[in-house]
């Protein structure tokens, strides 16, 4: 099956530090990358959508300078946390989608941040 | 009114006992419909897709009911490995993923 990677799966930094999650997709081409947060016992909230060459669309309510993707290939896209703030503490999860069918999309297992 | 509800429980049952969640979604142009089942600190992961005429997969049994915009699971014998939070699911083609809050379900021996 389609395998997503994501890097790193937990990290704790500073307040004001930058970090940067990275979402790969293993053994296929990825058209489409999808950013999602969790809080706890909250549901996956979609932050942006990554195509391909093209800027990101971003949720209302999500700081596109705040948080930065890149999607510079088939492959990886990925997400920069900036001027990280306690607040930002949350799971982060990529989702990957080769377009080939509608719905099928491939999760990534997540990454934690802590915020100090 | 969100996109996706769900009770958020938690169901707390013993082994063995059937036990159904429901859910509904507020936008009636949704074309696709899931249920995806997230243990502690792990990523969703599907559990099935839910067709209109109903579907079954071993113990688990999914009903769509597109007039109502509603979705069920069932699941039935209940095993202590069920325990975990279930997430129901729409999307139109191509789109994101609409996440439901979750329901909760812990089984106990």
């Known amino acids: 099956g389609a395998v997503v990677s994501q890097h790193p799966s937990w990290v704790i930094c500073k307040s004001g530090t930058s970090v940067k999650i990275e979402c790969r997709s293993l053994?296929?081409?990825?058209?489409?990358m999808f950013w999602y947060r969790q809080f706890p016992k909250q549901s996956l909230m979609l932050m942006a959508t990554?195509?391909?060459?093209?800027?990101?669309?971003?949720e209302q309510g999500v700081e596109k300078d705040k948080f930065l993707i890149n999607h510079a290939s088939l492959t990886l896209s990925t997400l920069t946390v900036t001027s990280a703030h306690p607040e930002d503490s949350s799971f982060y999860i990529c989702?990957?989608?080769?377009?080939?069918?509608?719905?099928?999309?491939?999760f990534g297992p997540g990454t934690r941040l802590t915020v100090t | 009114r969100k996109e996706v509800e769900q009770d958020p429980g938690p169901f707390n049952v013993p082994e063995g006992a059937t036990v159904a969640f429901n859910c509904t979604y507020s936008n009636s142009a949704s074309q696709s419909f899931f249920w995806y089942r997230q243990d502690c600190r792990k990523e969703p992961k599907l559990l099935m897709s839910v067709y209109s005429s109903g579907n079954e997969d071993g113990r688990f049994t999914a009903q769509l009911n597109r007039a109502s915009q509603y979705i069920s699971l069932l699941i039935r014998d209940s095993k202590l490995s069920d325990s975990a939070t279930y997430l129901c699911?729409?999307?139109?083609?191509?789109?994101?993923?609409?996440f439901g809050k979750g329901t909760t379900l812990s089984v106990s021996s």
């Open positions: 053994d296929f081409q990825a058209t489409t």
């Open positions: 989702s990957a989608f080769p377009g080939t069918l509608a719905y099928e999309q491939y």
């Open positions: 699911v729409v999307n139109q083609a191509g789109t994101a993923l609409i």
């Open positions: 990554s195509n391909e060459g093209s800027k990101a669309t971003y």
